[in-house]
């Protein structure tokens, strides 16, 4: 079976499915109503008595949920499921238009390779690169300690890149493009989701008092969604795409473990000369502060720090901000380090791996930040966790399951491996014949991913306990600079294949 | 121990199939009452929604039934868990022997199949699911009427025809089908040459005829029979006859005298470690058999 999955997954042209599937068979809904939806799809189905009724329901179709819809649209066993995507954002329904002389957006994300190659699969990421965008080849980490730095190249480990810097909005708007460039079936609703009732125990709804003709059979197998204009929908599985704040969750009942950080990330966009074609990132006393190249002459700028100096930061003159970032990445704090033909590289010399790559070349000063591009942003520091991932007919992707940190960076990487294990595991089901709500299905997904997650976030976890300073946005960056900090070896191997996403084959240290 | 959990499940399966039903869990005292208002329901004609002569009461006693059936931690548990990889055979047999596209969400459209054995419907749904048209049968009539009431509950299960009859009054009543399917069941069958004589007779030309059982090795002796029945005491002494299980090699013979050439097996092997089935090439505890109707008989 797994041949013929592997098959169904390469082989994508090869449908012969007929349109026609659970949705546009005749679906009983309120009892002895019985209809047929007609083929086309209204983009609001309000009739009253008649709740329209999908095979998935995604809440929040933001970058996580609307990679989910992308990955389903793009396998022949799940691609002639009906979705229903409930945001509250009205953007989505008409396309979000990105102009590419658009001031660039604070919120950026570092895709990993492995992400790339998922959206590259799901036709995805072809609409990332029409906007912008900055893949970086290099980056430098070091320390205000003057100690030591580590400058990595994509070439030593064979690859094109080592990750690529896109605003939120593009990856948001390339994943929308995607969804609606295909045949894929969805429809939006930009409501809230107020309630929802799971039938976790279709038939025991027989002993309650319901009127007659509502019969258990009715809706045994779907949960309903009541949503803010009063309307509602029924659907097989419910993902709760929705973020952090997760209402799915909520309405599930999932328990979550989490704790906040008593630091807070500054962010915004600066403007160079001339382009920036590397990553950088300098652990300060009070944090890390990293600056990623976001295409054209703009760079991102993720400066953690305790709450009070983020408010100090937040408030200060642009002018003082943009001496401060400069200060920050140049000698503040403490002096460059040394080059690398003096006792620096001497250190690590016992590694032999690491010579080969790092340290071999001489430091480098970032580029300056002339003028800021965006206003600066605060979010603070937390991670939060969900106990479990699925239920009957209810499962959590991205920040639902799992924050790690409120700012993109990692979280969305590992969002979008969630929403691929998950399409993997509902075109399995469907394969074979399962119903797709089932939770002995879903608890797969779970069992592909949390210990993916849970992992991550134990060593983001155990850094930040062990080192105060160092909860960084970027954890390639801080990965790569407990590298230069000369951690134990099997650990930082461990670190860079989670934090480049591929994480069984390290790919930095590839023996 | 789970492998052992998992055939007290599968034979308990079989003996609910063979209508030997003993009071194995607690569910069991729902059914003392609930079979004589069902018995109004004719067999054969579907029930979109529950016949009006059934009162709630009953029909929530039905479904607490039905949901253990369904309940993926339940008694059933094992054969839920078994479930997908009886049908990741089945289904690439049936779309190698039927030339039907492995890459449809739907492959088995257009065939008509019958689950003899069907119990609550964990095999027949999923066929339906992937397109069949399926009729499921078995000779309990508690089994039908939540399979039934399970399928109802999903338009795309809800085709399914359930009938309370066994294999053999099907054939009397001239019904055929492309593919038969009885999984778990031959080895608590009395004759069981008699009994695929009748899977060949609802079998078309050149159908297809699945089959799953327990091997009469040392194996499945020490696993089904001494652990489970004698050390465990999971299930009552004499529930499985060792001598009456088949061989590989005695399935395919009487088999191929009911007219059935057996043309693909696979074994079925249980990993402790990560709790799941997987096909294989062991079939020296369960197995599975995949047969095509000759032309030439009957």
Redesign the interface.
């Known amino acids: 079976?797994n041949k013929?999955m592997k098959?169904?997954v390469s082989?994508v042209c090869?449908?012969?499915?007929?349109r026609k599937?659970?949705c546009s068979?005749?679906?009983?809904v309120a009892g002895s109503t019985d209809f047929v939806p007609s083929n086309e799809h209204e983009k609001r189905p309000i009739i009253s008595e008649v709740i329209p009724e999908y095979d998935i329901a995604i809440v929040g179709g933001g970058m996580v949920g609307m990679s989910l819809a992308c990955f389903l649209a793009s396998m022949?066993?799940?691609k002639?499921l009906s979705v229903a995507i409930i945001d509250s954002n009205p953007a989505l329904g008409s396309g979000i238009s990105i102009q590419r002389e658009d001031p660039p957006d604070p919120r950026v994300s570092t895709v990993t390779p492995a992400s790339i190659s998922f959206l590259q699969d799901a036709g995805a990421w072809k609409y990332v690169e029409q906007n912008r965008h900055a893949y970086f080849k290099k980056m430098q980490v070091w320390d205000y300690t003057g100690f030591g730095y580590a400058r990595y190249d994509a070439g030593d480990v064979n690859k094109d890149f080592l990750g690529c810097v896109a605003e939120n909005k593009v990856l948001h708007s390339a994943l929308l493009s995607c969804v609606k460039d295909s045949d894929f079936k969805t429809t939006f609703y930009p409501l809230r989701l107020t309630s929802m009732t799971l039938n976790t125990?279709?038939?025991?709804t027989?002993?309650e008092s319901i009127p007659s003709k509502e019969?258990?059979?009715a809706?045994?197998?779907t949960s309903k969604l009541q949503l803010s204009d009063g309307s509602s929908i029924y659907a097989k599985l419910v993902v709760g795409a929705d973020g952090g704040k997760s209402r799915v969750r909520e309405l599930a009942g999932f328990k979550t473990t989490g704790w906040n950080y008593s630091q807070n990330a500054i962010i915004c966009t600066v403007e160079h000369t001339s382009a920036n074609h590397c990553a950088w990132q300098r652990f300060l006393p009070s944090g890390p502060i990293a600056l990623l190249p976001m295409g054209d002459n703009f760079s991102n700028i993720v400066w953690t720090m305790s709450p009070t100096e983020s408010n100090d930061r937040k408030s200060i003159t642009e002018e003082m901000f943009l001496k401060d970032v400069n200060s920050a990445l140049d000698d503040g704090h403490g002096p460059h380090p040394m080059s690398s033909s003096l006792g620096t590289r001497d250190l690590f010399s016992w590694l032999k791996m690491d010579a080969t790559l790092s340290a071999n070349e001489f430091f480098e000063i970032p580029p300056k930040a002339i003028r800021m591009a965006s206003k600066r942003m605060v979010f603070p520091l937390s991670l939060r966790h969900a106990n479990s991932y699925a239920s009957k007919r209810v499962v959590l992707i991205g920040d639902a399951a799992h924050t790690i940190h409120p700012l993109a960076g990692q979280g969305v990487n590992l969002g979008f491996g969630d929403a691929f294990s998950l399409s993997r595991v509902i075109a399995e089901g469907?394969?074979?014949?399962?119903?797709i709500g089932?939770?002995?299905l879903l608890k797969k997904y779970e069992t592909d991913r949390k210990p993916a997650n849970v992992a991550m976030m134990a060593l983001l976890d155990g850094f930040q306990k062990a080192y105060a300073v160092d909860f960084g946005p970027f954890n390639f960056l801080r990965a790569a600079a407990f590298n230069g900090a000369n951690l134990i070896s099997p650990l930082k191997r461990r670190i860079i294949s989670y934090a480049s996403g591929e994480n069984k084959l390290p790919i930095f240290f590839g023996a | 121990m789970k492998l052992f959990n998992h055939l007290r499940t599968l034979n308990t399966h079989h003996r609910i199939l063979r209508n030997r039903f003993h009071p194995l869990f607690n569910n069991t005292n729902f059914f003392s009452d609930a079979s004589s208002p069902q018995q109004s329901t004719t067999p054969h004609v579907q029930q979109?929604?529950?016949p009006s002569s059934l009162n709630?009461n009953e029909?929530?006693k039905?479904?607490?039934i039905?949901?253990s059936w369904w309940d993926?931690d339940g008694p059933f548990k094992p054969l839920?868990?078994m479930n997908?990889?009886r049908?990741?055979?089945i289904?690439?047999a049936l779309c190698r022997h039927f030339k039907k596209?492995?890459?449809?969400?739907?492959p088995l459209?257009g065939l008509k199949i019958a689950d003899v054995g069907c119990g609550g419907g964990i095999l027949s749904?999923?066929?339906?699911?992937?397109g069949a048209t399926v009729t499921g049968i078995d000779a309990v009539e508690k089994n039908i009427n939540i399979a039934r009431?399970?399928a109802?509950?999903?338009?795309?299960t809800?085709t399914i025809e359930f009938c309370c009859t066994t294999a053999e009054k099907l054939v009397e009543e001239g019904r055929r089908f492309d593919a038969v399917m009885a999984l778990e069941v031959i080895e608590h069958v009395a004759e069981p040459a008699e009994f695929c004589k009748s899977l060949a007779a609802l079998t078309i030309p050149d159908g297809a005829t699945i089959i799953s059982t327990i091997n009469r090795s040392m194996r499945a002796y020490a696993t089904a029979i001494v652990a489970a029945e004698y050390i465990l005491r999971w299930l009552p002494m004499g529930t499985h006859e060792w001598s009456s299980f088949l061989t590989p090699e005695e399935l395919v013979l009487i088999l191929q005298r009911a007219g059935i050439n057996v043309e693909e097996m696979a074994g079925f092997t249980y990993n402790p470690v990560t709790g799941r089935w997987s096909?294989s090439d062991d079939i020296s505890v369960n197995f599975i058999a995949m047969g095509t109707k000759t032309n030439n008989t009957e």
């Not at chain 1, 469907?430 to 119903?435: K, T, V």
């Not at chain 2, 596209?101 to 739907?106: L, V």
């Not at chain 2, 749904?125 to 992937?130: F, G, V």
Request: charged share 20%; aromatic share 8%; no cysteine.
């Open positions: 079976m013929v098959k169904t082989n090869a449908l012969k499915i007929p599937f659970f068979e005749t679906v009983k022949p066993m799940t002639q125990n279709s038939m025991s027989v002993k019969l258990p059979s809706q045994g197998h469907i394969a074979l014949g399962s119903d089932e939770v002995n | 979109p929604s529950p709630r029909l929530a039905f479904a607490a039905a949901e993926f839920h868990v997908p990889t049908l990741a055979f289904r690439s596209d492995p890459y449809s969400a739907k459209e749904e999923p066929l339906a699911r992937m009431l399970h109802e509950s999903d338009p795309a809800s096909l």
